[in-house]
């Protein structure tokens, strides 16, 4: 990506994009990103332009990712709204519960979608409703060990595929990746959960 709006590319960042698909795919995404901020430069002011490519850029993979696990989840008989809840029960650890607000939160999701996803869930026999112990007035969800093993298989599906999917990037690249879209995740809950 330019180093200033208009830029060319740095020979060090061509280099960093190289795991992505070779030179072919650098050169493509560079000329994407030079052609998204030349295309700005009438609509968007100087300091907007690289806050746009990135949201630009984040918004199309997201949209990739939905529906990359959409196709993989498919075979389990999972949506990814489902998939989701049952991954964060999963990862939750013992006993695998909590409330629905926390669920909402994790899936990004409304409470009312959270609600009609817990209940194809729960009529799947994946999860159960329990009062939590400490606060017999509240519900908590839980993963029943169904649920349990149907969140590992399809996680263990989905990282399968999504490894192949990204499987130029090394380890390292992987792990500062991941360190920058949960930084963005975490800019992004802030003014979502302020809403």
Known sequence: MPDKAGDELSPKLLHSLRPLGGERNVRTVADSWSTALESLAPMV??????TFV???WAFR???QL???LSDILLDEGLDTSEFTLLSALRIEGPPHRLAAGELADRLVQTTGGTTKTIRRLEDRGSIRRVADPDDKRRVL???TSAGAELARSSLELVLDAFDLDIGELDVAERAELGVRIARLSEELNERVRRR
């Open 45 to 50: 002011g100087e300091g907007h332009r690289a």
């Open 54 to 56: 990135v949201l630009l």
């Open 61 to 63: 993979t997201g949209r």
């Open 66 to 68: 939905e529906a990359l």
């Open 141 to 143: 969800i839980e993963l």
